[in-house]
């Protein structure tokens, strides 16, 4: 483990996940703090990943988006358990140009055209008939192409890593743990963990 560098590593454990058929291997679960110094955490699907960090999308209504304003500081955390696998990765995250490439192409087409619904996200709703008519007039109307163009409210972030952990248990309860972390000049270091 101590001679990959973690990027190297996630990427071996991600294309394990997807051999052992795990469902939905990008979806991660995100933590961010706001303005009342809560935490909070919910499910989003991983984009892009590469040595400069994991990128995923929000409404820029969203309070993901809210909260990054006031801390930009996040966590994410993949659990695989059918490879009894976790990764927790922690780092700042950085707002994207609009036209950079983005998870949203790489979503099922139903999810796709589910997002123009949410513009409003973490907001009250209103009338619940309401948004089922407009995801079925959004459906029809992509109904003949798989190209569907990202939404103008969508909004892209690298979450760029500090420290990343990977976690593999072991029928015996025991785990192997992996902690690589930046150092002062941006080098990762490496060391095994206690169980």
């Not at 991983?46 to 930009?72: C, I, M, R, Y």
């Not at 123009?116 to 089922?132: F, I, L």
Request: aromatic content about 12%.
């Amino acid at each position: 483990m101590a001679g990959l560098s973690p990027t190297a590593l996630f990427t071996l454990w991600m294309e394990d996940a997807v051999q052992a058929g795990v469902a939905e291997p990008r979806v991660m679960s995100l933590a961010t703090v706001g303005r009342n110094n809560r935490p909070k955490v919910r499910v989003v699907t991983l984009g892009n990943f590469d040595d400069k960090g994991f990128v995923f999308e929000t409404s820029s209504g969203s309070q993901k988006a809210a909260d990054l304003e006031q801390n930009p500081f996040a966590a994410i955390s993949f659990y695989w358990g059918k490879l009894r696998r976790t990764v927790r990765i922690e780092g700042e995250a950085e707002k994207l140009p609009k036209d950079c490439e983005t998870a949203f192409e790489m979503l099922p087409k139903s999810h796709r055209i589910a997002i123009y619904t949410s513009e409003k996200q973490s907001h009250p709703t209103g009338d619940w008939e309401n948004v089922r008519e407009s995801y079925e007039r959004l459906k029809e109307k992509f109904s003949h192409t798989e190209k569907i163009p990202k939404p103008a409210f969508l909004r892209s972030y690298r979450v760029v890593p500090d420290s990343i952990q990977f976690m593999q248990d072991h029928a015996d309860d025991l785990a192997d743990r992996f902690l690589f972390r930046k150092d002062d000049e941006g080098h990762w270091t490496f060391e095994r963990l206690y169980p």
